[in-house]
C-alpha cells in the first residue's frame, strides 16, 4: 500500500528549543495532510489540516504559532513544535489521503522535552 | 463525525476468527466507515473501508448492516501480530477522522 515516512522517528530536545517533523508521502501525491498527537495510554487527537500550497486548519484549542505547519510541495509537510516544553512531549503522527480515499499514517515521531 | 461505540477489549484465541464489532447508529448517508488499527509506539495502519456494501481484503472483512447502524470488521485467522488497538472511524467528505477509544483485542496463543 501507498506509504507515508516521518522523520525524525524519535526526537529529545531541551525545554524552549524548536523541533521540525516531516512527513513525506513517497509513492503519490497529497494536497492534504492531517497531523496528530497522542499522548501514552490514549487515542489520536487530531490537532491540524495541511494544505498544499495554503494556511493549515487548526482544530479547536491548538495553538497555530506553537505548532506552525508548512506544506510547501505535494509530498511534504512539516510540523515545527516552537519553545517545546515538557508538556509537548507526545507522540506526534502525520496522515495523507491517496486518491483512492484510503488514508495511511506515518510510522510516528515521538518528541521528548527535557 | 458520527460516533462509534466498541466494547474496551476483547481476547482471541490464535487461528480462531475475530469478530470486531462497531456501532455507529447516527451515521449519515455519506459517511464512510474506516478501520483502522494501532500496534504498541506504531502509527495507525490502514485495514479496510466501506459505505454501503461488504468488502474484503487480504487483511479483513468489513460486514455492514443493511441500516449502516452497525458494522463488523472480521480477522479470518487471528496471529499473535494481530494484537492491538482497533479503531472503528466514520467519516464524512473532508476525510478528518475523529479516533475514538477503539478496542484492544489481545490474541493468545
Known amino acids: 500500500g501507498a506509504v507515508v515516512s516521518q522523520h525524525p522517528s524519535w526526537v529529545i530536545c531541551k525545554s524552549g528549543t524548536s523541533v521540525k517533523i516531516e512527513c513525506r508521502s513517497l509513492?503519490?501525491?497529497?494536497?492534504?495532510m492531517f497531523w496528530y498527537r497522542q499522548f501514552p495510554k490514549q487515542s489520536l487527537m487530531l490537532m491540524a489540516t495541511?494544505?498544499?500550497?495554503?494556511?493549515?486548519?487548526?482544530e479547536q484549542g491548538v495553538e497555530k504559532d506553537k505548532f506552525l505547519i508548512n506544506h510547501a510541495s505535494l509530498t511534504l509537510s512539516t510540523l515545527t513544535v516552537t519553545s517545546a516544553h515538557p508538556e509537548d512531549s507526545s507522540f506526534y503522527i502525520c496522515?495523507?489521503?491517496?486518491?483512492?480515499?484510503?488514508?495511511?499514517f506515518g510510522e510516528g515521531s515521538r518528541l521528548t522535552v527535557l | 463525525d458520527a460516533k462509534t461505540t466498541q466494547p474496551t477489549s476483547m481476547d482471541c484465541a490464535e487461528g480462531r476468527a475475530a469478530n470486531l464489532p462497531c456501532n455507529h447508529s447516527?451515521?449519515?448517508?455519506?459517511?464512510?466507515v474506516y478501520w483502522y488499527r494501532q500496534i504498541h509506539s506504531q502509527g495507525p495502519q490502514y485495514i479496510i473501508h466501506?459505505?454501503?456494501n461488504n468488502e474484503t481484503n487480504e487483511m479483513a472483512s468489513l460486514i455492514i448492516t443493511e441500516d449502516r447502524k452497525s458494522s463488523t470488521l472480521i480477522l479470518p485467522h487471528a496471529t499473535l501480530r494481530d494484537t492491538a488497538v482497533y479503531y472503528c472511524?466514520?467519516?464524512?467528505?473532508?476525510?478528518?477522522?475523529?479516533f475514538g477509544a477503539g478496542t484492544t483485542v489481545t490474541v493468545r496463543a
Open positions: 496522515s495523507a489521503m491517496t486518491g483512492f480515499e484510503e488514508l495511511f
Open positions: 509513492d503519490f501525491q497529497a494536497t492534504t
Open positions: 495541511s494544505n498544499e500550497g495554503s494556511k493549515a486548519t487548526y
Open positions: 447516527t451515521i449519515s448517508g455519506n459517511e464512510y
Open positions: 466501506g459505505l454501503k
Open positions: 472511524i466514520v467519516r464524512v467528505d473532508d476525510y478528518k477522522l475523529s
